[in-house]
């Protein structure tokens, strides 16, 4: 079999379907692979909520990003009818001197995004699901909201089909080569030739560059939901996303709870896995240790846990995201925007992916993203 395309992309979870539907929508060729059927529960991309956030305490050169971002969802929104984001503010709380108080603030005085500095009794007084200690503060930001993942991925990924793209799903990809013309995937299905090629296979990613070693770990991240004992301080109008360092370096965040009960996770702190045979059964301790966190900072949520969700983060060593041309086949774009933030920003990488494919170049400095192989 030898069928040809503009673009095969390698992996339909979060950043492949949004590249698939912008490269659909400037007309290209595209064809999509994926092992599993997307949406699916074995990526990064399953546990039916994303935190979306403006104030971005990583570096304020997202900003422009997730700017870009709140437009495209909300076109998205229109073009497929379906609902995407909710909106509930957000608060980011820690010491005032902690990187999620400090680094938010940064971002939103640097961009002049509407925000506002709570003292602890402040949250408490105003979102009495939340009870940071006194020495903390919260960094409080109106746009901050929800995404539903596997709601987005087949947004995309309808429109994408429906603008033309063949998307092959449960087909995965054996092996790639390119030369000065051409790009050639394989499958069990046989082989696809191409012009151009982008691997957005998630935590497989480093299975796949060819002989390049990237520099990605991938972690264990477990997703819990407990019944709320209070279930009206959890209602989405009192209780907005919130993320917390509750000790230098310690994260976790947590939702309102939308019919499931209330998600928390922690941020990081993950076993060190391979994606092949991690380990989806969560430990009694596991819970245990979410539950005591829950416990002093969410007491109303301290019910029966309902369910749990393992998943996994693609980390860069300083947590930011991999998106690069590889450096000995101009025609392949890598791409792994994770380090456990990336879905809020999955349709504008569709887009940059597509315009760095189709252009050379995208409209954002992606200078913290590139030049990465050490
Ligand atoms: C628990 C958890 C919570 C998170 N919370 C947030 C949050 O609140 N906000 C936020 O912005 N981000 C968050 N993230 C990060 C975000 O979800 C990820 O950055 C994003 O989902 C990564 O998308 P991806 O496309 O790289 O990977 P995926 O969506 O996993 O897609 C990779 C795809 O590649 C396919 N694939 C792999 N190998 C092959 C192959 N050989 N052939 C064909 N296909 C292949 C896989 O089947 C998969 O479908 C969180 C992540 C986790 C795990």
Not at 53 to 68: G, K, M, T
Not at 117 to 125: D, I
Not at 139 to 146: F, L, S, T
Request: proline share 7%; with cysteine.
């Amino acid at each position: 079999m030898a069928i040809s395309f503009d673009v095969i992309i390698v992996g339909l979870g979060a950043m492949g379907s949004a590249a698939a539907y912008h490269l659909a929508r400037r007309g290209k060729r595209v064809l999509g692979l994926d092992r599993f059927a997307p949406p699916h529960a074995f990526g990064s991309s399953h546990g039916q909520t994303r935190i979306i956030r403006e104030a971005y305490f990583e570096h304020p050169l997202y900003v422009p990003l997730i700017q870009r971002a709140y437009e495209l969802w909300a076109e998205l929104e229109i073009a497929s009818g379906r609902s995407l984001l909710r909106r509930t503010g957000g608060l980011m709380i820690g010491r005032p001197a902690s990187v999620v108080v400090a680094g938010a603030t940064r971002s939103a005085c640097e961009y002049s995004l509407p925000h506002t500095v709570l003292s602890a009794a402040e949250v408490r007084s105003r979102f009495p699901a939340l009870q940071p200690t006194d020495e903390m503060v919260a960094v409080w930001e109106p746009r901050a909201g929800i995404l539903f993942p596997e709601i987005c991925l087949e947004a995309h990924l309808t429109l994408a089909r429906a603008l033309g793209a063949e998307l092959r799903t449960e087909e995965p990809v054996l092996s790639w080569e390119a030369d000065g013309r051409s790009v050639r995937v394989t499958t069990f299905e046989g082989a696809y030739h191409a012009g151009q090629l982008v691997l957005t296979a998630g935590s497989w990613i480093q299975s796949l560059p060819n002989g390049l070693k990237l520099p990605l770990a991938v972690e264990r991240q477990v997703q819990f939901w407990f019944e709320p004992r209070r279930p009206v301080e959890f209602q989405p109008e009192r209780c907005p996303i919130h993320l917390w360092e509750y000790e230098p370096g310690r994260f976790f965040y947590g939702f309102p709870d939308l019919g499931g009960g209330v998600k928390v996770a922690r941020h990081h702190e993950g076993e060190i896995v391979n994606p092949d045979s991690i380990n989806r059964e969560v430990r009694p301790e596991e819970v245990n240790a979410m539950r005591a966190v829950v416990r002093q900072f969410l007491p109303g949520a301290d019910g029966p846990l309902r369910s749990t969700a393992a998943c996994m983060y693609s980390n860069m060593p300083d947590g930011h995201f991999f998106i690069d041309w590889h450096p000995t086949h101009p025609r392949v774009l890598i791409a792994s925007p994770c380090s456990g933030h990336g879905f809020k920003f999955s349709n504008v990488i569709g887009e940059v992916l597509a315009n760095l494919l189709t252009e050379g170049q995208a409209k954002f400095d992606l200078s913290l993203f590139r030049n990465r192989l050490f």
